[in-house]
């Protein structure tokens, strides 16, 4: 890798040449495989790396590039600062390394996909090759996967990239209101990785589902708490049911056994609150002798 003092004179070299795209399909279907990694999505992938469409290589100034479909680069070494250094091209002195994988998608018109091609990005020492053929222009074969070994490319009887640590998958759905086969990334176990409306609309669906349940948990909170306040009243008119039947006892004993003066002693007991004090006393009437003794059984039991 070359220090930056050290970068060749590109002033004279054709970094663009404004080729428009094929078709509508082409741009959108690169863009779904640029912008997932930009998404917010995890992909799995730590380290610095640039995925970008139409974008040419060029691994020395003598070199007329080639621009693929779609490139990904991991592990780039130019630093943050590209951008702001008007770094135009992928320049294989700038960032280090050729990238890991590159996308042709085939267009209407077939551009040498399966020859010349093959042995273009080859020279460039790019890891693994993919030629996507949507409209079958090539054979009935729609995806191809090359991996580069001993200097050219054999095929992969697979689309995962190991050095990588992702993969592609031909996925049935739509993108952007469009409905059809799309070439997209994906994790190991097949799923694709997700784009950022898909997202949005995953975290849309969870929080939505987080609402309901938080309802459903505040509804269930309101039945619970209104349960329970009728519990407490039941049980509130039970015990005072309870008390006014033991209330009615006792004044029944007070008067039969002391006459007036138990009567008169009524009102104590209306003031007790504990119904299970009452009980005692109604229990006691059958055996005191006198409202003295029954006073001191009231004490006592007042104590326990």
């Not at 779609?70 to 960032?95: C, H, K, M, P, T």
Request: a negative charge; glycine letters at 8%.
């Amino acid at each position: 890798m070359l220090l930056p003092h050290e970068y060749p004179d590109i002033s004279q070299m054709v970094l663009e040449d404004d080729t428009p795209l094929d078709s509508f399909f082409n741009e959108k279907q690169q863009r779904l495989l640029t912008t997932v990694f930009y998404s917010g999505a995890d992909t799995g992938i730590s380290v610095p790396f640039l995925a970008a469409a139409n974008v040419g290589l060029f691994p020395h100034v003598r070199h007329p590039g080639i621009a693929p479909d779609v490139f990904l680069s991991l592990n780039i070494n130019a630093g943050e600062d590209w951008w702001q250094r008007g770094v135009r091209s992928y320049l294989f002195w700038e960032f280090g390394k050729p990238p890991e994988v590159v996308i042709e998608i085939v267009s209407p018109t077939p551009g040498n996909e399966l020859g010349s091609k093959l042995t273009d990005y080859a020279n460039l020492d790019i890891e693994y090759y993919v030629v996507y053929d949507p409209l079958g222009k090539l054979g009935h074969i729609p995806l191809r996967v090359f991996e580069l070994q001993g200097g050219a490319y054999v095929p992969k009887t697979d689309a995962w990239f190991a050095k990588v640590g992702l993969g592609l998958t031909l996925w049935q759905g739509e993108f952007e209101d469009v409905n059809g086969i799309w070439l997209r990334w994906c994790y190991g176990n097949g799923t694709v990785i997700p784009t950022g409306d898909e997202l949005a609309a995953k975290n849309q669906v969870q929080l939505s589902q987080a609402e309901t349940q938080l309802s459903q948990a505040e509804a269930q909170l309101s039945q619970t708490e209104t349960q329970l306040s009728q519990t407490q009243a039941r049980l509130a008119e039970e015990m005072l049911r309870r008390k006014q039947t033991l209330l009615q006892g006792i004044e029944l004993g007070l008067r039969l056994k002391f006459g007036n003066e138990g009567v008169a002693m009524l009102a104590e007991m209306v003031a007790i609150s504990d119904v299970n004090l009452l009980e005692k006393i109604f229990s006691a009437l059958a055996t005191v002798n006198s409202l003295d003794e029954l006073r001191l059984k009231l004490m006592g039991g007042s104590g326990d």
